[in-house]
């Protein structure tokens, strides 16, 4: 997924009960979080693309080019976990030019 430079990495279920929000230079000097984004690509050689969709393809082929390195998208790419439903959920919106979250968590 990094080599779509995103700004934002979304994930779920990571067993807090509430949504965390960081940015990989805030926890990892520039060559550790290089060296987490290229973390075990050389598995995908062992992947089998015989029944893949196009798409999966596509996909395929984008993720095998080398990451850019320099350093303007990823000092932007903020990784945000979400807690399962029952717990909590967070909005991600876009206005007027700027990203906003609203976290919510149900613990009491």
């Given at each position: 997924?990094?080599?779509?430079?995103?700004?934002?990495?979304?994930?779920?279920?990571?067993?807090?009960?509430?949504?965390?929000?960081?940015?990989q230079f805030t926890i990892r000097e520039m060559d550790e979080s290089?060296?987490w984004f290229d973390s075990q690509l050389n598995r995908l050689d062992?992947l089998k693309l015989d029944n893949a969709t196009p798409e999966a393809?596509?996909?395929?082929?984008?993720?095998?080019?080398?990451?850019?390195?320099?350093?303007?998208?990823?000092?932007?790419?903020?990784?945000?976990?979400?807690?399962?439903?029952?717990?909590?959920?967070?909005?991600?919106?876009?206005?007027?030019?700027?990203?906003?979250?609203?976290?919510?968590?149900?613990?009491?």
């Amino acid at each position: 997924m990094i080599h779509f430079m995103p700004n934002f990495w979304i994930s779920g279920h990571m067993g807090a009960p509430y949504t965390c929000i960081w940015n990989q230079f805030t926890i990892r000097e520039m060559d550790e979080s290089l060296a987490w984004f290229d973390s075990q690509l050389n598995r995908l050689d062992t992947l089998k693309l015989d029944n893949a969709t196009p798409e999966a393809k596509l996909a395929f082929n984008l993720i095998k080019h080398e990451i850019q390195h320099d350093d303007y998208w990823f000092r932007k790419l903020w990784n945000i976990n979400v807690p399962d439903a029952k717990d909590g959920y967070a909005v991600l919106s876009y206005d007027n030019g700027g990203f906003f979250i609203d976290s919510h968590t149900g613990l009491s």
